[in-house]
């Protein structure tokens, strides 16, 4: 074979590699793991309402238990508590 030939050959190797990539990274990360479309319209809704279930159950848990700060004292590598104070 002559060279342009070669060249050729080489060309629609890497054209379909190239190709399976792709289609490979698409099956695997937008359809996800199990092989399924993005959901649609009243899936996608009531995943958003979890999610904002769980937001607002998350953020009432935060307003319950504050995050404990440290001591102003450089030295005092203690917590400083509610009672404490």
């Given at each position: 074979m002559?060279?342009?030939a070669w060249i050729i050959v080489v060309?629609?190797?890497l054209?379909?590699?190239g190709s399976l990539t792709l289609i490979f990274i698409t099956l695997k990360y937008y359809w996800?793991?199990?092989g399924t479309p993005p959901l649609t319209?009243?899936?996608r809704r009531?995943?958003?309402?979890?999610?904002?279930r769980l937001r607002a159950k998350q953020i009432e848990n935060a307003a319950?238990?504050?995050r404990v700060t440290r001591s102003s004292s450089f030295w005092?590598?203690?917590k400083v508590y509610k009672d404490e104070e």
């Open positions: 002559s060279n342009s060309s629609l190797i054209a379909v590699v996800g793991e199990r319209g009243a899936a009531q995943q958003k309402e979890e999610e904002l319950k238990n504050p005092d590598n203690s």
